[in-house]
């Protein structure tokens, strides 16, 4: 059976912490940045977690079991 190649896009946009969550950025701080305050961008720059719900969508596209 042939192996399943990663999504590339993915591997780009999510990464794999210590206790097998998935890492993710948030949206919306790349541009048109001058209307939005500086207490949402700051909160922008965290990273967030991927839901528990798209947790296995996210897996597959990893290619992680």
Known sequence: MPKIKTNSGAKKRFALTGSGKIKRK?????HILTKKTKK??????HFG?????????VKELLAIK
């Open 26 to 30: 948030h949206a919306f701080k790349s």
């Open 49 to 57: 977690l991927v839901s528990r719900q798209d947790t296995k969508a």
């Open 40 to 45: 949402q961008k700051r909160n922008l720059t």
